[in-house]
C-alpha cells in the first residue's frame, strides 16, 4: 500500500476525520461519469479509462439489485476497479437514489482485495458528498447524432457537449446505467466502453461486517 492510501486509512481512525477520509478514497477510486441515469438491474458497462498522463485503468459499473430509501426507488450500484498493483479488485457497492441530478448514497459498502466486505456506518455515509454524476441533459450540450465505434461496438449516440469546456460525451439509451459510449476530455481522464453487461451478478463475497478501519490497513502490499 502506498504512503498516501496509508495516511488516508489511518485517518479513518480518527471518528472526527472519518467522513472526510472515506470520500477522499471515493473521489481516488471512482471516476466522474457523465450520461443519463437508466438503471436495469443486472445490466451494466465495463470501461478503458485513461488519464491525462497516459495511464491506463479498467472499471466496472453494474447495477446488481433494487430496493427502496427514504420512501423512493433505490439501486444497488457496484462498482469494480481492477488494481494492477495489487491481487485483485476494489469492490465499492452502494445503494443510490437520485433526486433531479444529485445522486444520493444511503449505504455503502466496500470490499478490498483479499478482505472480507465491510458495511459503513450510517453515520460515515451520511457524511460522504453525493456520488460524482453529471446528467448531461442539465450540464451539456446536444450536438447531434453519431455513430461511434468503441471496443464493445459501435452505436448510434447522442453527442453531448459539456457547457464548462470540459470535454465531450457519447451516450447511447442502449447501454445501462450512465448510457456513457465514450467521453473524451480536454483535460481530465477520456473513457471508452470495453463491454456491454447484460446479466451483472453481485460480486461482493462473504456477508458484510462492521467496518473495522484496522483490517483496511491489513490488504495485500503492492507487487514489484
Request: aromatic residues 6%; proline residues 7%; contains cysteine.
Amino acid at each position: 500500500m502506498n504512503v498516501f492510501c496509508r495516511f488516508l486509512l489511518a485517518g479513518l481512525l480518527c471518528v472526527p476525520m472519518a467522513g472526510t477520509a472515506l470520500a477522499q478514497i471515493r473521489v481516488r477510486a471512482t471516476p466522474q461519469m457523465r450520461g443519463y441515469w437508466k438503471p436495469v438491474v443486472g445490466g451494466g458497462s465495463a470501461y478503458e479509462i485513461t488519464s491525462p498522463e497516459g495511464q491506463k485503468s479498467q472499471m466496472e459499473v453494474a447495477i446488481v439489485g433494487k430496493d427502496s430509501a427514504g420512501g423512493k426507488d433505490a439501486f444497488w450500484m457496484e462498482m469494480t476497479m481492477a488494481n494492477p498493483r495489487v491481487s485483485g479488485d476494489m469492490i465499492i457497492k452502494d445503494l443510490v437514489t437520485l433526486d433531479g441530478s444529485q445522486m444520493t448514497v444511503s449505504k455503502f459498502i466496500m470490499q478490498m482485495p483479499g478482505q472480507a466486505p465491510m458495511l459503513m456506518p450510517d453515520s460515515m455515509t451520511q457524511m460522504q458528498k453525493p456520488l460524482q454524476y453529471d446528467d448531461v441533459h442539465n450540464d451539456a450540450e446536444d450536438v447531434g447524432s453519431e455513430s461511434v465505434t468503441v471496443p464493445a461496438g459501435t452505436f448510434q449516440c447522442e453527442h453531448w457537449r459539456m457547457k464548462d469546456g470540459s470535454g465531450d460525451a457519447w451516450a447511447s439509451d442502449k447501454v445501462s446505467p450512465f448510457g456513457l459510449v465514450k467521453y473524451q476530455g480536454n483535460k481530465s481522464n477520456t473513457m471508452v466502453l470495453t463491454k456491454v453487461i447484460n446479466d451483472a451478478k453481485d460480486k461482493i463475497t462473504g456477508t458484510p461486517t462492521p467496518f473495522d478501519p484496522m483490517k483496511m490497513m491489513q490488504q495485500p502490499q503492492p507487487q514489484q
